[in-house]
Protein backbone atom coordinates (compact mmCIF):
# COMPACT_ATOMS: atom_id res chain seq x y z
CA UNK A 1 0.00 0.00 0.00
CA UNK A 2 3.39 1.94 0.24
CA UNK A 3 2.75 4.96 -2.81
CA UNK A 4 -0.74 4.18 -3.21
CA UNK A 5 -3.09 7.39 -3.28
CA UNK A 6 -6.70 7.55 -1.79
CA UNK A 7 -8.17 8.81 -4.29
CA UNK A 8 -9.57 7.50 -7.76
CA UNK A 9 -8.82 9.49 -10.66
CA UNK A 10 -12.16 10.23 -11.65
CA UNK A 11 -13.58 11.27 -8.73
CA UNK A 12 -10.56 12.78 -7.01
CA UNK A 13 -9.91 12.65 -3.09
CA UNK A 14 -12.24 10.78 -1.20
CA UNK A 15 -13.28 12.32 2.05
CA UNK A 16 -15.91 10.04 4.19
CA UNK A 17 -18.80 12.03 5.26
CA UNK A 18 -18.15 11.63 8.92
CA UNK A 19 -14.89 13.11 8.29
CA UNK A 20 -16.64 16.61 7.14
CA UNK A 21 -19.06 16.68 10.20
CA UNK A 22 -16.21 15.56 12.70
CA UNK A 23 -18.28 12.13 13.38
CA UNK A 24 -21.84 13.64 14.30
CA UNK A 25 -24.13 12.11 12.12
CA UNK A 26 -27.30 14.40 13.34
CA UNK A 27 -28.05 18.02 14.87
CA UNK A 28 -29.54 17.87 17.92
CA UNK A 29 -31.37 20.95 17.99
CA UNK A 30 -34.29 21.42 15.63
CA UNK A 31 -34.91 18.74 12.19
CA UNK A 32 -34.34 20.71 9.01
CA UNK A 33 -37.13 19.89 6.87
CA UNK A 34 -36.17 18.80 3.08
CA UNK A 35 -38.24 21.73 2.01
CA UNK A 36 -36.96 24.16 4.78
CA UNK A 37 -35.88 27.21 3.14
CA UNK A 38 -32.55 28.35 4.64
CA UNK A 39 -30.93 31.79 3.93
CA UNK A 40 -27.10 33.01 4.98
CA UNK A 41 -27.95 35.81 7.58
CA UNK A 42 -25.75 38.88 8.37
CA UNK A 43 -23.25 37.62 11.52
CA UNK A 44 -24.27 38.78 14.91
CA UNK A 45 -22.57 41.49 16.55
CA UNK A 46 -20.71 40.71 19.85
CA UNK A 47 -22.50 42.27 22.55
CA UNK A 48 -19.86 44.36 25.00
CA UNK A 49 -20.62 43.15 28.14
CA UNK A 50 -20.38 39.23 26.73
CA UNK A 51 -17.10 37.35 27.44
CA UNK A 52 -15.91 36.16 23.67
CA UNK A 53 -16.94 32.38 22.93
CA UNK A 54 -13.99 30.11 21.42
CA UNK A 55 -13.21 31.19 18.26
CA UNK A 56 -14.79 28.69 15.79
CA UNK A 57 -13.01 28.09 12.30
CA UNK A 58 -15.98 27.31 9.81
CA UNK A 59 -14.96 24.39 7.32
CA UNK A 60 -14.73 24.92 3.67
CA UNK A 61 -18.63 23.43 3.28
CA UNK A 62 -19.96 25.68 6.18
CA UNK A 63 -18.21 28.56 3.58
CA UNK A 64 -20.07 27.00 0.55
CA UNK A 65 -23.23 26.73 2.12
CA UNK A 66 -23.47 30.24 3.01
CA UNK A 67 -22.60 31.28 -0.40
CA UNK A 68 -25.36 29.22 -1.75
CA UNK A 69 -27.72 30.70 0.46
CA UNK A 70 -27.08 34.67 -0.58
CA UNK A 71 -30.68 33.35 -2.13
CA UNK A 72 -32.94 31.15 0.08
CA UNK A 73 -32.65 27.49 -0.97
CA UNK A 74 -34.27 24.26 0.31
CA UNK A 75 -32.37 22.39 2.01
CA UNK A 76 -32.57 19.13 -0.29
CA UNK A 77 -31.18 21.72 -2.66
CA UNK A 78 -28.74 22.84 -0.73
CA UNK A 79 -27.40 18.83 -0.12
CA UNK A 80 -27.87 18.25 -4.17
CA UNK A 81 -25.65 21.39 -5.44
CA UNK A 82 -22.91 20.24 -2.69
CA UNK A 83 -23.37 16.56 -3.91
CA UNK A 84 -23.12 15.56 0.05
CA UNK A 85 -25.47 13.16 1.70
CA UNK A 86 -28.23 14.93 3.53
CA UNK A 87 -27.54 14.13 7.07
CA UNK A 88 -23.97 15.66 6.66
CA UNK A 89 -25.53 18.78 5.30
CA UNK A 90 -28.11 19.30 8.34
CA UNK A 91 -25.13 18.67 10.64
CA UNK A 92 -23.45 21.63 8.58
CA UNK A 93 -26.80 23.35 8.73
CA UNK A 94 -27.01 23.04 12.70
CA UNK A 95 -23.77 24.53 13.39
CA UNK A 96 -24.30 27.58 11.15
CA UNK A 97 -27.40 28.43 12.83
CA UNK A 98 -25.81 27.81 15.80
CA UNK A 99 -23.29 30.22 15.14
CA UNK A 100 -26.30 32.57 14.06
CA UNK A 101 -24.91 32.31 10.77
CA UNK A 102 -28.17 31.58 8.86
CA UNK A 103 -31.77 31.55 9.18
CA UNK A 104 -34.19 28.75 8.88
CA UNK A 105 -38.17 29.16 7.51
CA UNK A 106 -40.15 26.28 7.98
CA UNK A 107 -42.55 25.36 5.03
CA UNK A 108 -46.31 26.05 5.39
CA UNK A 109 -48.24 23.16 6.98
CA UNK A 110 -50.03 21.84 4.38
CA UNK A 111 -53.27 22.78 3.96
CA UNK A 112 -56.52 20.25 5.97
CA UNK A 113 -58.78 19.18 2.91
CA UNK A 114 -62.61 19.50 4.15
CA UNK A 115 -64.11 16.49 4.98
CA UNK A 116 -66.06 14.30 3.09
CA UNK A 117 -69.47 15.70 3.92
CA UNK A 118 -68.47 19.28 2.86
CA UNK A 119 -67.43 17.71 -0.36
CA UNK A 120 -70.82 16.51 -0.96
CA UNK A 121 -72.71 19.46 -0.02
CA UNK A 122 -70.65 21.33 -2.06
CA UNK A 123 -71.72 18.90 -4.70
CA UNK A 124 -75.05 19.30 -3.81
CA UNK A 125 -75.33 23.06 -3.85
CA UNK A 126 -73.69 22.86 -7.59
CA UNK A 127 -76.17 20.49 -8.83
CA UNK A 128 -79.39 22.52 -7.17
CA UNK A 129 -78.21 25.40 -9.43
Known sequence: MGG???YDDAAGPVVRPYALTGGRTHYDGDEFDLVALITAADPPEPADDV???AP???EPEHDMILELCRTPLSVA???SDLELPLGV???LLGDLLDHSLIQVRRPAPVAQFPSERVLKEV???IRAL
Do not use: Q, Y
Request: proline share 11%; aromatic share 12%.
Open 4 to 6: TAW
Open 51 to 53: LPA
Open 56 to 58: WAP
Open 77 to 79: EIA
Open 89 to 91: VRV
Open 123 to 125: IDG
